[in-house]
């Protein structure tokens, strides 16, 4: 089954800095790779997500990119800010609907003023 | 997005009790998955539950220990039976919405086990 891997565990950035996160995943019929975000006590919330027919995808400050070929994707941060602390999750999935997410180990972002 | 909720938000209790989660959405959805996150740690998927068949569980989880119903295509419930403390976690539960959305997550359930 799918397996994905997630670095780094936690990441201390300056405000302003940006931040990356990298996932690798081993299943080459995955074809969909979202992000959450969750803040303590909270439920993960979709951030941004990107399927396996885009290489790169942008929302405001977050993106994305995809390299199917060596089975990575990360997750990137411009001009990080306090709000943006949290746990990180990337995740697969073959499908979307009917199959399920298979999540890394989580990044801890903490964001300092 | 499809709206869920999830109750109760948190419970404690004693060992060799069970505990019933119920998961309520908004909308007809066909798949409704049930995760357990451990203290600090990621979202481990638990089963997939399909209105009308039986659950399909993931490997080191069984029907014994988490049995799920699923009546009709917008509720589902978890009981983790025969409680220890190695089963303190937040349990959620989640549907793919579609679209835009992906999958969303009911608020959890906290549990400690005493």
């Known amino acids: 089954g799918e397996n994905v891997e997630q670095h780094p565990s936690t990441l201390s950035v300056q405000e302003g800095d940006s931040a990356v996160i990298k996932c690798t995943y081993s299943?080459?019929?995955?074809?969909?790779f979202p992000w959450y975000k969750q803040e303590l006590g909270k439920r993960p919330q979709l951030i941004i997500d990107?399927?396996?027919?885009?290489g790169e995808k942008k929302d405001q400050r977050i993106a994305v990119t995809l390299n199917k070929t060596a089975k990575h994707f990360s997750l990137h941060i411009t001009e990080t800010q306090p709000e943006d602390s949290a746990v990180y999750f990337c995740?697969?999935?073959?499908?979307?609907?009917?199959?399920?997410?298979?999540f890394g180990t989580g990044t801890r972002l903490l964001v300092s003023p | 997005s499809a709206v869920i909720s999830q109750k109760p938000s948190r419970d404690i209790c004693q060992r060799g009790t069970s505990l019933t989660i119920q998961c309520q959405v908004d909308?007809?959805?066909?798949?409704m998955f049930w995760y357990r996150q451990q203290p600090g740690q990621s979202l481990t998927l638990i089963a997939t539950?399909?209105?009308?068949?039986?659950?399909?569980?993931e490997s080191g989880f069984v029907i014994d220990k988490f049995p799920i119903s699923r009546p009709n295509l917008t509720f589902s419930t978890l009981t983790v039976s025969n409680l220890s403390p190695e089963d303190s976690s937040i349990y959620l539960c989640?549907?793919?919405?579609?679209?835009?959305?992906?999958?969303?997550f009911g608020s959890g359930t906290r549990l400690t086990v005493v």
């Open positions: 989640s549907v793919d919405t579609g679209g835009y959305y992906g999958y969303t």
């Open positions: 909308s007809q959805v066909t798949m």
């Open positions: 299943d080459s019929a995955s074809n969909y």
């Open positions: 995740a697969a999935s073959t499908d979307t609907g009917f199959q399920k997410l298979v």
């Open positions: 539950a399909n209105q009308g068949s039986e659950a399909t569980y």
């Open positions: 990107i399927r396996s027919n885009v």
